[in-house]
């Protein structure tokens, strides 16, 4: 099982990008979709976007066309580029390794521990 650290969270303001790296450490690394997946105060975790190890990769309509799911599998890294920030994305991010390549917290098998984005107007 991967162990998961996530990084480059902080404040931003709105209309301004941010890139969240998560570092994995553990075995066969390369074979496992991986996912980002966000939740604010008083909601349930969603997902984000999720890659599988062929550079596939799906957002949820929330951030189409302004967050970008990356990987570098020799890095051993999954990276998470957010541009056009939203007060609305204002949450705690988590990276996650999932068995199925969609946004379910059903289908993750590990967690990180959480990076922290707040947006503000």
């Known amino acids: 099982q991967l162990q998961l650290v996530e990084s480059g969270g902080g404040p931003v303001q709105a209309g301004g990008s941010l890139r969240l790296s998560c570092a994995a450490s553990g075995h066969n690394y390369g074979r496992y979709l991986m996912a980002w997946f966000r939740q604010a105060p008083g909601t349930e975790r969603e997902g984000v976007a999720v890659t599988d190890n062929i550079r596939a990769t799906r957002n949820a309509d929330s951030v189409k066309g302004r967050f970008t799911i990356s990987r570098n599998n020799a890095k051993k890294t999954l990276y998470l580029q957010m541009d056009g920030l939203k007060p609305q994305d204002t949450a705690m991010y988590y990276c996650?390794?999932?068995?199925?390549?969609?946004?379910?917290?059903?289908?993750?098998?590990?967690w990180g521990q959480g990076t922290q984005i707040t947006g503000s107007t």
């Open positions: 996650a390794a999932s068995t199925r390549f969609t946004l379910s917290v059903n289908d993750v098998n590990c």
